[in-house]
């Protein structure tokens, strides 16, 4: 092939769009710079190092070694997609974060749970039910248009038939330093700070 | 109805802070008394929910049962052994000395202690989900192997689990945050060797130590 000269644009870490203190108190200043700066950065930088890898097992037309990297790929890429959703699906409550969905949003919402109360508690019952490292979502199902909310193991993203619109981290890593393993209470503080616009946004 | 054995939290073999500096006192005191303690807790409500769906012919609700026990059971073994296979640095029993058929074995099989200790260890940086990471012996072969499992699946028929090291996040992130690599350099300062070689000589059974006899008891 005569392109194989041909380089990647590398992921990079994205700016927060706010403080790492700015989420306090459902999320303390240390959980974010950390959950930033070093678990999204070793997403980020494993990424680039497993795409380099990928990159050159096609130009050298080596499937077995391009099939023996998807693990890889699935598992940095992933949180590296899925920590920026959750960055930017949060804001600090008095800057937007919190409150209740509205518009079109509102509307997918109660059509597949009744109320914005019964969604969250159904929410948080399908965040407390993940067993091991993982994420909740709500989701929209490209097929049909309604929203629903499903988990995901590890890093795994939302692709395919799904559209992520809310992401919520449920590794020990996005809460432990501040809520050890009353996680039921980080699951129940992060309301406070979400930015239903951002979700919202992902509907359209 | 006669009432149903419950499974309960084993006392540690030493105490919450003996793993200092290692693992700190903190540390243990969650793991031991939340986590392991939740595990416990909801395998004997899984148990008795799954009692109730035997008695009724339930077969579905026995099914949904399922995952819930692999999970908690799971979560009650895994530590069972990790706290067994641990013990303060200032033992005897931390130095491979103490385990001289085995030494020999993984010598033979690694190169060396150290070697095995290397591959150990990139192991437990490669798991890409909260999980373990354990050194088996093949029951059939006699093998030494490494090995991880996903979530608290415990290891796989046919193998004899010999250490475990527990690598979901609350094992270590209050002391060791995200640098899992000196947790993972941490930990063989307090390696029970002379347990590790009991389990490599014992009976598949024998392993479980106390849950064996608990297991017997229900
Ligand atoms: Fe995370
Ligand atoms: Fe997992
Ligand atoms: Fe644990």
């Known amino acids: 092939m005569a392109s194989t000269s041909f380089v990647r644009g590398k992921a990079t870490l994205p700016d927060l769009p706010y403080d790492y203190g700015a989420l306090e108190p459902s999320i303390s200043g240390k ?34 070694a391009q099939i023996a990297l998807q693990p890889l790929i699935n ?64 989701v929209k199902d490209n097929e049909t248009g309604q929203v629903q909310i499903r988990t995901y193991a590890n890093q795994d993203p939302v692709v395919g038939k799904y559209t992520p619109l809310l992401g919520v981290d449920a590794w020990e890593h996005a809460y432990y330093l501040q809520y050890q393993n009353r996680k039921a209470e980080y699951f129940s503080a992060i309301w406070d700070v979400i930015n239903w616009k951002a979700v919202e946004g992902r509907l359209k | 109805m006669a009432a149903q054995a419950k499974y309960t939290l084993p006392d540690l073999p030493y105490k919450h802070d003996a793993l200092e500096p290692h693992i700190s006192a903190q540390i243990m005191t969650l793991h031991h008394t939340k986590h392991h303690q939740t595990c416990v807790n909801n395998l004997n409500a899984a ?21 819930n026990i692999n999970f908690n059971a799971g979560g009650h073994v895994n530590h069972t052994l ?24 993984l010598t033979s099989r690694f190169g060396s202690v150290e070697k095995l200790q290397e591959k150990f260890n990139a192991v437990l940086l490669g798991l890409k989900c909260s999980g373990w990471g354990w050194l088996v012996r093949d029951i059939e072969s006699g093998n030494l192997e490494l090995t991880t499992s996903k979530d608290q699946d415990i290891v796989p028929v046919g193998k004899k689990p010999l250490l475990g090291i527990d690598m979901w996040e609350h094992a270590y992130y209050l002391q060791y945050l995200n640098d899992k690599g000196s947790y993972a350099k941490g930990i063989w300062k ?22 064996s006899g608990l297991r017997s008891s229900i």
């Not at chain 1, 795409?51 to 097992?57: D, F, G, M, T, V």
């Not at chain 1, 920026?84 to 969905?101: D, V």
């Not at chain 2, 070689?197 to 106390?210: A, H, Q, T």
């Open chain 2, 82 to 105: 990790f706290w067994e296979n641990l013990i303060p640095a200032s033992s005897p029993s931390t130095s491979p000395s103490a385990a001289p058929k085995l030494s020999a074995a």
């Open chain 1, 75 to 138: 598992f940095h890429g992933g949180g590296h997609i899925n920590h920026t959703l959750f960055w930017e699906n949060l804001a600090p409550s008095k800057n937007g974060g919190g409150g209740e969905p509205a518009g079109s949003l509102k509307t997918a919402i109660e059509s597949s749970y009744g109320d914005f109360s019964q969604f969250k508690t159904k929410f948080n019952t399908a965040l407390a039910g993940i067993q091991g490292s993982g994420w909740a979502w709500l």
């Open chain 2, 47 to 67: 148990l008795s929910s799954l009692s109730t769906a035997v008695a009724k012919n339930d077969i579905v609700s026995q099914l949904h049962l399922q995952q």
């Open chain 2, 190 to 211: 307090v390696v029970n060797w002379k347990k590790v070689e009991e389990r490599f000589e014992s009976s598949p059974e024998g392993v479980f130590g106390i849950l």
């Open chain 1, 31 to 64: 959980i974010m710079e950390l959950h930033h700066k070093n678990h999204h950065q070793t997403y980020v930088n494993s990424f680039n190092a497993a795409s380099e890898q990928l990159e050159a097992a096609e130009s050298k037309e080596d499937i077995a």
